[in-house]
Each structure stands twice: as structure tokens, then as C-alpha cells.
Nanobody, 125 residues
Framework: QVQLVESGGGSVQAGGSLRLSCIVS????????RGWFRQAPGKEREGVAA????????SYADSVKGRFTISQDNGKNMVYLQMHSLKPEDTAMYYC??????????????????WGQGTQVTVSS
């Protein structure tokens, strides 16, 4: 069973930065991707950033390109999302996820099978 625990969320002013962390434990099997997703009240969950577990091949939503960076440590037990130049529209619950087939669309929530409980990010103007 895969366990994922996010941390690092909080409240920041527009233009500020936050780094989210995700601890990954348990058997991840053949999961090809690690990703970050977000969901605001009343909206669908959307993919923010993803990367292959083997490294390389990062993907980002157009709305965060140039501002967010996904990474993982060498042991692959930690996944990070560095966020800069935060905007009020970035306000959402952020989730870490593991899953995906080798050639699956990496930013599609339906491709992931293991999820954390989320960490709240609130950006004020």
C-alpha cells in the first residue's frame, strides 16, 4: 500500500513562494509518474506538474509554466513542488499523487491511483 503525505502549504501574499513536499512510502510498483494536482472549491481537479519516476520528462500546466518546478530526491522517497510568483488563482488544495502507465497523459488525474490527503495553499492579493 502506497502512503503519501504532503506538507508545506500555507498562506502567502501574491508574488510570494512556497515549496510543497510529499513523502512517498510503501510499494509503488510500476507507477511511471509522480504528480501534483490541485482543486479549488467548486472546480474540477487539475494537473499542475508531473515527472517520470525514472527522471526527466517533466510536464506542466500552461498556467504554471515558468513559475512552478517539480522535482524528487535521488532516493525517490520525496517529491517537491517549488512555487514562485504565486497568484490568487493558485489558491487550492494541492495533492501529491503516484501512478500512471508508461505512455499515459501525465497531467490527467484519472491516470493516478494513489493520493495524499492534500495541503492547502492560499494566496492573497
Amino acid at each position: 500500500q502506497v502512503q503519501l503525505v504532503e506538507s508545506g502549504g500555507g498562506s502567502v501574499q501574491a508574488g510570494g513562494s512556497l515549496r510543497l513536499s510529499c513523502i512517498v512510502s510503501g510499494y509503488t510498483g510500476s507507477s511511471s509518474f509522480r504528480g501534483w494536482f490541485r482543486q479549488a472549491p467548486g472546480k474540477e481537479r487539475e494537473g499542475v506538474a508531473a515527472m517520470r519516476t525514472s527522471g526527466g520528462d517533466t510536464s506542466y500546466a500552461d498556467s504554471v509554466k515558468g513559475r512552478f518546478t517539480i522535482s524528487q530526491d535521488n532516493g525517490k522517497n520525496m517529491v517537491y513542488l517549488q512555487m514562485h510568483s504565486l497568484k490568487p488563482e493558485d489558491t487550492a488544495m494541492y495533492y501529491c499523487a503516484v501512478g500512471g502507465r508508461p505512455w499515459a497523459p501525465p497531467l490527467f488525474p484519472s491516470e493516478y491511483n494513489s493520493w495524499g490527503q492534500g495541503t492547502q495553499v492560499t494566496v492573497s492579493s
